[in-house]
C-alpha cells in the first residue's frame, strides 16, 4: 500500500526539526570562518610579543663601571670625571671648535674685548675656521667678514684656515674645502669619542662620527677662543 501523502517522510521531518533547533546549534559557514579569524589572530600576537628584557647592566671592564649613554661617557671623558648622570654641569676640554664667515666676526670680537686685543688663542690647531657663507657675494660688508676671519687666522696662525681667495677658478684655491660640515669631516676633524664645538646649529651633524658635537653662540665661542673649555650641560 502506498504511503499517505499527509505523513511526513523521514526527510522532511528532520529539515523540520533542524529549522526548530535555531542557527546556534548549526553554525553557518560565517561564523566558522569568524572563530577561524580569531584563532588565527590570537597566534599572531602572540608571535609578536618580545621577551621581557633584563636591566642593563654597566660593564666590567675598563675605568667606567656604571652605566652611561655614548654622550655621557663622551663628556665625563671630557670633564675628567668617572661618571655623569642627566642635570649634572660640568666643564668639558673641547676638541675642535669651528667658525665661519658668519658668526666668526662676532666670536673673534668677544674674545679679544674679554681675553685683551694682544690676547693669544689657548690651541691654534684645535681651531679650524672655514669661509663658506658669504664668498659668492659681492657685498662689501659681507666681504668684510671674510677679511676679518683671514687676518685673525695670520694674526694667530691658525693651522687650519680654508680660505678661498679666487672666486673666478676654484682650481686656484687648493686650501678651500666648500660647506664647513662637509669640511670638517673630510679633513679628518671628525673623531670618535672627541668634543666639537660649532658656531653653526648644524654642526650636530658631525655626531654620526660617534663624537658629540654641537652648535654654540658667539659668546661661547669667543670663551672656548681663549680658555678651550666650556660648561655643558648633561641631558
Known amino acids: 500500500m502506498a504511503p499517505s501523502l499527509a505523513s511526513p517522510s523521514p526527510t522532511s521531518s528532520f529539515i523540520r526539526n533542524k529549522k526548530d533547533l535555531g542557527v546556534s546549534a548549526f553554525p553557518s559557514t560565517s561564523q566558522i570562518a569568524i572563530q577561524k579569524c580569531k584563532k588565527q589572530a590570537s597566534k599572531k600576537i602572540v608571535s609578536v610579543m618580545a621577551p621581557q628584557q633584563s636591566e642593563r647592566k654597566p660593564a666590567t671592564t675598563g675605568s667606567v663601571k656604571t652605566g ?51 690676547a693669544k688663542v689657548w690651541d691654534r690647531e684645535k681651531i679650524v675656521i672655514i669661509p663658506d657663507h658669504y664668498i659668492f657675494t659681492s657685498d662689501e660688508r659681507a666681504n668684510r667678514n671674510v677679511d676679518i676671519l683671514r687676518d685673525f687666522c695670520t694674526e694667530q696662525n691658525i693651522k687650519y684656515f680654508y680660505d678661498i681667495k679666487d672666486l673666478s677658478n676654484f682650481k686656484a684655491n687648493p686650501d678651500y674645502k666648500g660647506v664647513c660640515h662637509i669640511a670638517l669631516a673630510q679633513e ?48
Open 68 to 118: 652611561m649613554t655614548m654622550t655621557e661617557k663622551i663628556l665625563a671623558k671630557a670633564s675628567e670625571k668617572p661618571q655623569l648622570s642627566p642635570g649634572d654641569n660640568v666643564w668639558v676640554n673641547v676638541d675642535i671648535l669651528m667658525t665661519h664667515d658668519v658668526c666668526g666676526p662676532g666670536s673673534i670680537g668677544i674674545f679679544k674685548k674679554e681675553f685683551g686685543q694682544n
Open 188 to 235: 679628518g676633524h671628525c673623531r670618535p669619542g672627541e668634543v666639537l664645538l660649532g658656531t653653526d646649529s648644524h654642526t650636530c651633524t658631525a655626531g654620526a662620527f660617534g663624537q658629540f658635537a654641537t652648535g654654540i653662540g658667539n659668546t661661547d665661542a669667543g670663551f672656548v677662543l681663549g680658555t678651550g673649555k666650556l660648561l655643558l650641560k648633561v641631558c
